[in-house]
């Protein structure tokens, strides 16, 4: 079975430009999370969907915002880049919101690398 | 806010010992914590879990050891192996809307 997959996998952009990262979740999972992830770093919390509704933010600007298709696929979008944007952006998925009997793991993607120049 | 840190940025060990990786976390609401390995390149991957509920467990050669009192957290390794080197994370969460992250912990196993 396919696992988490995302792109780009990598990709440049230059200042002021705008971005759009995709993830498509293992199958049967409704959730999706995006995770920043600068070098040296741990992961970020950006943003979870779940059933094509945000259900959580991180501390992020407005500049970013997400979205989740009825597939429960999900892009993340990134305006009026800044070179602080350059990271590894993770998306992670997982069957449902979590709690209860159900694990909190999140299934990683391999991530989109995105520089900034 | 919360912040989750890890005491030693980088551990070197000697295939066969066994590796101690520990975490420090702040908030006192978290109920559920993760350990993740990262390797070079890829993406984060679940190791072992553990409830506030409990303060061990166990799986294939690997325990997890939850301290709430000093709020505590390690993660121990039996037998490294060069497989075993990568990046460690411990992770908390307190309502699995969003997890927090430490800095990470680099194993490096010495043949």
């Known amino acids: 079975d396919a696992g988490v997959t995302q792109s780009p996998t990598h990709l440049i952009k230059t200042r002021g430009q705008h971005v759009t990262l995709r993830c498509s979740p293992i199958?049967?999972?409704?959730?999706v999370s995006w995770y920043q992830q600068v070098l040296g770093q741990g992961p970020q919390f950006i943003f979870q969907?779940?059933?094509?509704?945000?259900?959580g933010r991180g501390n992020f600007p407005d500049r970013f915002s997400a979205r989740q298709f009825p597939n429960y696929s999900s892009e993340l979008n990134v305006n009026a880049l800044l070179l602080g944007d350059s990271a590894l952006y993770l998306c992670a998925s997982r069957p449902g919101l979590g709690g209860g009997a159900n694990t909190g793991e999140l299934f990683f993607g391999e991530g989109s690398r995105l520089t900034v120049l | 806010g919360e912040s989750v840190g890890l005491h030693l940025p980088t551990l070197s060990v000697q295939e066969g010992d066994n590796s101690i990786i520990n975490c420090a976390y702040s908030n006192s609401a978290s109920d559920y914590f993760i350990w993740y390995k990262q390797e070079s390149g890829k993406g984060p991957q679940f190791i072992i879990d553990i409830r506030s509920n409990m303060d061990k467990r166990q799986g294939q050669r690997v325990t997890v050891l939850l301290n709430k009192t000093v709020k505590h957290l390690s993660l121990q390794i039996a037998a490294t192996q060069p497989g075993d080197s990568a990046v460690y994370f411990c992770?908390?969460?307190?309502?699995?809307?969003?997890?927090?992250f430490g800095s990470g912990t680099k194993l490096n196993v010495k043949p």
């Open positions: 199958s049967g999972h409704k959730s």
């Open positions: 992770a908390e969460n307190n309502n699995f809307n969003k997890f927090y």
């Open positions: 969907y779940y059933e094509k509704e945000e259900r």
